[in-house]
């Protein structure tokens, strides 16, 4: 089949395209750039010259082709609300062309309703608010009331592997410049983890699967304590790893700070059962002790 891929050449979005290829299929993948482009042309791809913005970009790539995936997203935690806002419409503008055909979104494990015990598919995400604003799985929604069956891709905090710029990075990040590697309190709260080839890998099975109205968990490992996160990174950069107050972690972890006292363990299973997934890549520890993760800012 031909998909068209948003975000084709991120993180996830270029496993995927690569996934995507290596298994028969055809990839249309949105360029913004021309820099964008010849990389895709590069994979032996197909490109689409336009942005998340561009709708009527999205609504032709979705309709020329036979499944589409929405990974692209804007990065710019400064920006957050407009990202998301951005992606929202990004999305009903997908749906438009994507009617009948399988159509993914991607969204995270971050915001849904399940505080103190294990996530699993069936659990809503909260609705779009101030405080986070994200609607992907709103819009989703959405398209699927309209009778557009779109499915839904829950990422992890950590989608890990070789050129991961996400959470991981940025905490090394912070390490570095602060001189320790800390964590809030006993460090106790767990992440949910994935390698970047097992997500993709998901994504393209979602889709071979036909059109639905799912939620899929691209989780292989169910929760990584974050003591034992900032412990690798560490270990990786020669620092001290440190235990921090509530007032010392707001200080040292500044707007992520959010992020690094998540506590959402997070299961796979039903998303398993369905796909006949079976996650086999390096876990988040393993990663980031082996995957370049410190010698890329050498």
């Known amino acids: 089949m031909k998909v068209f891929v948003t975000g084709a050449t991120g993180f996830v979005g270029v496993a995927v395209v690569e996934e995507l290829l290596a298994q028969g299929h055809e990839v249309l993948g949105l360029a913004r750039s021309a820099a964008s482009a010849a990389r895709l042309r590069a994979m032996g791809a197909e490109p689409l010259a336009g942005d998340l913005e561009a709708h009527a970009v999205l609504r032709s790539g979705a309709a020329v082709a036979d499944a589409v995936i929405h990974t692209g997203f804007i990065h710019d935690f400064a920006r957050f609300a407009q990202s998301c806002a951005i992606d929202r419409a990004a999305i009903l503008a997908l749906g438009e062309g994507a009617s009948g055909k399988p159509f993914v979104v991607t969204s995270g494990l971050a915001a849904l309703d399940a505080a103190g015990r294990r996530a699993v598919e069936t659990d809503r995400a909260l609705p779009p608010s101030e405080r986070y604003p994200r609607a992907s799985e709103w819009a989703a929604e959405t398209l699927s009331a309209r009778g557009i069956s779109t499915s839904v891709m829950r990422l992890p905090p950590s989608v890990h ?18 001189g320790v590697s800390g964590y809030g309190g006993q460090g106790a709260n767990v992440w949910p983890a994935v390698h970047v080839r097992d ?100």
Do not use: N
């Open 161 to 178: 592997g070789p050129g991961d710029h996400g959470f991981v990075p940025m905490l090394i990040e912070m390490a570095r410049r602060s």
């Open 199 to 298: 997500a993709a890998r998901a994504y393209r099975l979602t889709v071979e699967r036909g059109p639905a109205s799912v939620t899929c968990h691209a989780v292989a490992e169910e929760g990584v304590p974050f003591r034992e996160i900032a412990k690798a990174i560490a270990e990786g950069l020669g620092l001290p790893c440190v235990s921090l107050s509530p007032g010392e972690a707001r200080r040292h972890f500044g707007w992520f700070e959010g992020f690094a006292a998540l506590d959402q363990s997070a299961s796979s299973a039903a998303t398993r059962a369905r796909l006949g997934w079976q996650p086999d890549g390096p876990g988040l520890l393993s990663d980031i002790a082996h995957a370049g993760y410190f010698r890329a800012q050498d």
